[in-house]
């Protein structure tokens, strides 16, 4: 990466380190993929009983394969038959791990959801949330955030799966009221209650949609 780039990406995250903080969020920063996969593992601790939702991020760091191959009860629910059982055990998981669409400056975080399994877990249920975001996530304020993942992060997952909404065609968002919509829950975590249940790592990289 640009030398340049990677020096306002650290000084971009600081800010935004800062902000979550205020939010009751802890946070660090992690300049490769590399070191961010060293640091969730870290944060999550052999032993602990682990599930995401379809955390693109995850699996670009390496977390999704090191929790497999680890010393991790890892609950995978790619290759678990039955989903909903898959689902309903984060909410009594010690770790789930999610991304962002979005993340604000000031340390909002901006989830859009349509089986709405993800964004529920991120508000309640498991005992630690932890947060892989990538710098690409970073939005100016608040509307920037609700844009990008209406119009970047939507647009890319409905292509991901196959579904026939208007974004699939346009790449842009028609607040449709599609189907095939995956726009159904919208969270906006702007602080936490319970201190130390959500991390985030900001990782110098471009991760996820």
Do not use: W
């Not at 992690?30 to 602990?48: K, N, P, W």
């Not at 309640?124 to 304020?141: A, E, S, T």
């Amino acid at each position: 990466m640009d030398q340049n780039l990677t020096k306002r990406n650290e000084l971009l995250a600081q800010t935004v380190i800062k902000g979550l903080g205020r939010r009751n969020i802890k946070a660090e920063y992690a300049a490769t993929r590399e070191e961010a996969l060293q640091e969730a593992l870290a944060f999550i601790g052999e032993g602990s009983t682990v599930t995401m939702g379809g955390c693109t991020s995850a699996r670009e760091i390496g977390l999704t394969d090191a929790l497999a191959a680890g010393n991790y009860n890892f609950i995978d629910r790619d290759k678990m038959k039955d989903k909903r059982a898959a689902m309903l055990a984060a909410y009594d998981a010690d770790v789930f791990v999610a991304s962002a669409n979005a993340i604000t400056n000031d340390g909002v975080i901006v989830n859009i959801d349509g089986n709405s399994n993800r964004v529920s877990a991120i508000a309640q249920g498991p005992r630690h949330v932890l947060f892989i975001v990538g710098m690409n996530k970073v939005c100016g304020d608040l509307d920037g955030a609700i844009k990008r993942a209406r119009n970047v992060a939507a647009p890319i997952n409905a292509q991901r799966f196959n579904l026939n909404t208007p974004c699939c065609k346009t790449g842009a968002c028609a607040n449709c009221k599609s189907e095939d919509t995956i726009c159904c829950n919208f969270l906006i975590t702007r602080f936490n209650h319970h201190p130390g249940r959500m991390h985030v790592i900001l990782v110098n990289d471009n991760l996820g949609f």
